[in-house]
């Protein structure tokens, strides 16, 4: 169980990370046997 709870906990943090230095995307998040095992950050930049 504390395993599982480190992995989320890494998890979160990554995804956390990856949203403070975004401001246009997305994050895709992807999972095999219920466990995150890859997230993939997509990034948009709006030129004006």
Do not use: P
Request: positive net charge.
């Amino acid at each position: 169980m504390q395993n599982e709870e480190e992995h989320l906990k890494k998890v979160t943090n990554e995804i956390e990370s990856m949203l403070s230095t975004m401001k246009f995307g997305s994050i895709k998040l992807v999972v095999q046997d219920g466990k995150v095992i890859q997230l993939e950050k997509s990034e948009k930049v709006r030129v004006k």
